[in-house]
């Protein structure tokens, strides 16, 4: 079956560094995929996509990357900040219509 | 920004009732969502709804959820009769094309507790 795997410890990073994140899947081949960020009790917010022929996006402070061969995708966030501590999931998706399939996600506390 | 409304932001039902959640997507948004998150899991596919019907659906969503969009503006879950199973968060998400070209934009969440 279609599995989404991303670091499940919490991320604890400095402000001013940068923090990478992990995101692997196995048993398909997404089309795309999509980065979210998500606070407490809130909805998920739409960072970046990035498409399986693309090799790399950018959106001022993040980027992401995505390997087809290594089924894997790379989100760092540069320069961090204390704003930026929230927890962050990817959705790698295979159609078109929507079946954004999330990753359980991983948390970053960035620490003044 | 446009936003994504719900309503309401709580509802606690008793295990059996029906419940109706609703959702005002962005005006000119074409693609419209319902994802839920059970307390401390992962965000979970329900449904996707396109040109007024149902264009994917996950195994969750079973003959007790149905969808509709009444009017031009308004995006509904309706439950027929709740479980204690059924209490999460439940997300609206609407996009202006398919997920291949844009991000979907999730309003706030109504969470569902079933009693």
């Known amino acids: 079956s279609q599995k989404i795997e991303q670091n499940s410890e919490a991320l604890n990073i400095q402000e001013g560094k940068t923090a990478t994140l992990t995101c692997n899947y196995t048993n398909y081949s997404p089309a795309y995929l999509q980065w979210y960020r998500q606070d407490p009790g809130r909805g998920p917010v739409f960072l970046l996509l990035i498409r399986e022929n693309e090799k790399e996006k950018r959106k001022e402070r993040l980027k992401v990357t995505f390997d087809t061969t290594l089924k894997q995708s790379l989100f760092h966030i540069t320069a961090s900040q204390p704003a930026d501590s929230a927890t962050y999931l990817c959705a790698p998706a295979t159609d078109s219509w929507g079946k954004l399939q999330f990753g359980a996600g991983t948390q970053v506390v960035v620490t003044p | ?115």
């Open chain 2, 1 to 115: 920004e446009p936003e994504v409304t719900q309503t309401p932001s709580h509802q606690v039902t008793q295990m059996g009732q029906e419940v109706i959640l609703r959702c005002v997507p962005i005006s000119n948004h074409l693609y419209f969502y319902w994802y839920r998150q059970i307390l401390g899991q992962k965000v979970e596919f329900l449904v996707s709804f396109y040109n007024n019907e149902i264009s994917e659906k996950s195994e969750i969503f079973d003959d007790q959820f149905s969808v509709e969009r009444p009017d031009g503006s308004n995006f509904t879950l309706k439950i027929r009769s709740t479980k204690l199973e059924d209490s999460a968060m439940y997300f609206c998400a609407s996009s202006p094309g398919t997920g291949t070209d844009y991000g979907y934009t999730f309003g706030s969440g109504t969470r569902l507790t079933v009693v």
